[in-house]
């Protein structure tokens, strides 16, 4: 069955390359490189409604996976017209041409679209509201596509790292090798995904044509950014990636300003993957999982 593949250079979407590969598969990026073997590729710049348009039109898939997005949280604050282009109109875009050709759309969005006051694990239905621009432009994103008459799988994802782009994790073995003490945020809390495993639950659902909608793909457990810090280099120094562990210094958020607020609990509730047998790790085998990808000393 075809699919295309927008983003393939993410986290997110060059673990979903990798998997995909071999079958009928169109990978597109920005820059039109090639993310891997088994795949044709295509350049698309998601700004470019008409190009989306045009590509999904010219390739006809089955299944469009959009794993493009404007990421850059705090940016966002500073470019909204962007942010909304990429992050909401391009998939708006997207959801019309599949609804025209009947092919099915799987988009990302996030613990964002949530303001983070609550206590319980965020469910699907929960109000949302966004505390900054890219939380609005992914929640634009979720009506848009829900309205749009598509076959949309929508997967509400968080805190995502893994061994390639920027990301947590490799913030944290970089400085881990370069300070003896290191202050992280110790009042937000959430649930570390790897990409990996956002891939590998997406490939399961691609064609459960019983599961649409939102739903919510995250690790099991929760943790504070301080948590997943001390773990990374507990891991990290048990497996020779760091020659010692930097002392870890539990700070408030309002020690470390951004230009974007973000939610302080972050928390989503599961159980609709779950229940329908999907099996999410806890975050913590999650990280073990990762770091075996690790070849010391390859990240940095
Ligand atoms: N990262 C997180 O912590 C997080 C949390 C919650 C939800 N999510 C969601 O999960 C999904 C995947 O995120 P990720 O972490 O894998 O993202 P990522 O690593 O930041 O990658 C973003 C991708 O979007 C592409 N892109 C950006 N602007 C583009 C444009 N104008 N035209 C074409 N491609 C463009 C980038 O291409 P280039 O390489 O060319 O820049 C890159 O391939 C996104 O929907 C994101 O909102 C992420």
Redesign the pocket.
């Known amino acids: 069955m075809s699919t295309l593949l927008?983003?393939?250079?993410?986290?997110?979407?060059?673990?979903l390359a990798r998997r995909l590969a071999g079958e009928d598969l169109v990978v597109?990026?920005?820059?039109g490189e090639r993310v891997c073997e088994g795949s044709r590729e295509a350049a698309?710049?998601?700004?470019?409604l008409d190009a989306v348009r045009a590509l999904i039109a010219e390739v006809r898939p089955m299944r469009v996976i959009?794993?493009?997005?404007?990421?850059?949280v705090d940016r966002a604050e500073a470019e909204p017209d962007?942010a909304f282009?990429?992050?909401a109109e391009?998939p708006r875009a997207m959801a019309e041409a599949c609804a025209g050709i009947g092919a099915r759309l799987v988009?990302?969005?996030?613990?964002?679209v949530f303001d983070g006051s609550a206590d319980a694990p965020y469910r699907v239905d929960d109000a949302t509201a966004p505390l900054g621009v890219?939380g609005r432009s992914?929640r634009a994103a979720e009506e848009a596509l829900l309205d749009s008459g598509a076959d949309v799988l929508i997967?509400?994802?968080?805190?995502?790292?893994?061994l390639?782009?920027?990301?947590?994790l490799r913030t944290m073995l970089r400085l881990g090798a370069e300070r003896d003490e290191l202050g992280v945020v110790d009042d937000q809390i959430g649930s570390p995904?790897p990409?990996w495993l956002?891939a590998a639950v997406t490939t399961q659902l691609l064609d459960r044509a019983d599961v649409g909608g939102i739903h919510h793909l995250v690790a099991a457990g929760r943790t504070s950014w301080c948590g997943f810090a001390s773990a990374i280099f507990d891991s990290a120094v048990r497996r020779g990636l760091l020659q010692r562990a930097p002392r870890v210094k539990p700070i408030p958020t309002s020690a470390y300003p951004t230009p974007a607020r973000r939610p302080a609990f972050s928390v989503l509730d599961t159980g609709d993957l779950t229940g329908i047998g999907i099996h999410l790790p806890d975050w913590r085998d999650a990280l073990e999982t990762t770091l075996e990808g690790v070849e010391a000393p390859a990240v940095g």
């Open positions: 927008i983003g393939g250079t993410g986290q997110v979407g060059y673990e597109a990026t920005r820059s698309l710049d998601v700004t470019d959009n794993a493009a997005a404007h990421t850059a962007l282009r990429i992050n391009a988009h990302y969005s996030t613990d964002y890219y992914k997967l509400r994802t968080a805190w995502v790292y893994g390639r782009g920027q990301n947590f995904t990409a956002i």
